[in-house]
């Protein structure tokens, strides 16, 4: 079992910055970042594998990244340029357990989500 703790949201105007942090209780391979806006369904927005390899959204391509630091078992997405539609739950997650990288169902263990708002 590996716990995921999420800090860092919070709410900024339209072109601001937020860094998101996930603490993990162990390293896992794959860590991700999803997200998930009032009545829609859980979209992937950014993953990362152990050597460093990262796939992106279409949506936050060139304006979110996601790194990671091993030694402190822990996973960082850095938002820049935000905007009203990045407005949603943030969540990490790890241990992905089937294919699809950006794919919900794929992880074993998820974060409890931090709010990130947006306003124009």
């Known amino acids: 079992q590996v716990q995921l703790v999420e800090s860092g949201g919070g709410s900024v105007q339209a072109g601001g910055s937020l860094t998101l942090s996930c603490a993990a209780s162990?390293?896992?391979?794959?860590k991700a970042w999803f997200r998930q806006a009032p009545g829609k369904e859980r979209e992937g927005v950014a993953v990362?594998?152990?050597?460093?390899?990262?796939t992106y959204a279409d949506s936050v391509k060139g304006r979110f990244t996601i790194s990671r630091d091993n030694a402190k078992n822990t996973h960082y997405l850095q938002m820049h340029n935000l905007k009203p539609e990045d407005t949603a739950m943030y969540y990490c997650?790890?241990?992905?357990?089937?294919?699809?990288?950006?794919?919900?169902?794929?992880?074993?263990?998820w974060g409890q989500g931090t709010q990130v708002t947006v306003s124009s």
């Open positions: 997650a790890a241990f992905r357990v089937a294919a699809g990288p950006l794919n919900p169902a794929a992880y074993r263990y």
């Open positions: 162990a390293n896992t391979v794959n």
């Open positions: 990362i594998d152990s050597s460093g390899s990262t």
